[in-house]
Nanobody
Framework: QVQLVESGGGLVQAGGSLRLSCVAS????????MGWFRQAPGKEREFVAV????????SYADSVKGRSTISRDNAKNTVYLRMSSLKPEDTAVYYC?????????????????WGQGTQVTVSS
């Protein structure tokens, strides 16, 4: 069992930046690919970014590519998502998720565990 707790959300002005964190319980964090998803009001949950276990291959949604960086610190059981040049359309609840897979990671059913989310609101 893996428990995930996100933090770092909040209210930020357009053009600003923030860093989300997700801390995982358990001793097998390094064996999980870690993804970030987001869900805006009235919309479906969508993929944001992922970093695989092992080689730490990263992948990003086109909507955040070039202004987001996902990273992980296995010693701290933590995955980070840094986002800059934030836009009002980035407003959503951001969730981290864990999967033992290393492919197909843009699809939410692949993930075994989910956090409860952290709200990010970008004001114009």
């Amino acid at each position: 069992q893996v428990q995930l707790v996100e933090s770092g959300g909040g209210l930020v002005q357009a053009g600003g930046s923030l860093r989300l964190s997700c801390v995982a319980s358990g001793r097998t964090f390094s064996s999980y690919s870690m993804g970030w998803f987001r869900q805006a009001p009235g919309k479906e949950r969508e993929f944001v970014a992922v970093i695989t276990w092992g080689e730490r291959v990263t992948s990003y949604a086109d909507s955040v590519k070039g202004r987001s960086t996902i990273s992980r610190d296995n010693a701290k059981n933590t995955v980070y998502l840094r986002m800059s040049s934030l836009k009002p359309e980035d407003t959503a609840v951001y969730y981290c998720a864990a999967s033992q897979r290393r492919s197909g990671l843009a699809r939410s059913p692949i993930y075994d565990y989910w956090g409860q989310g952290t709200q990010v609101t970008v004001s114009s």
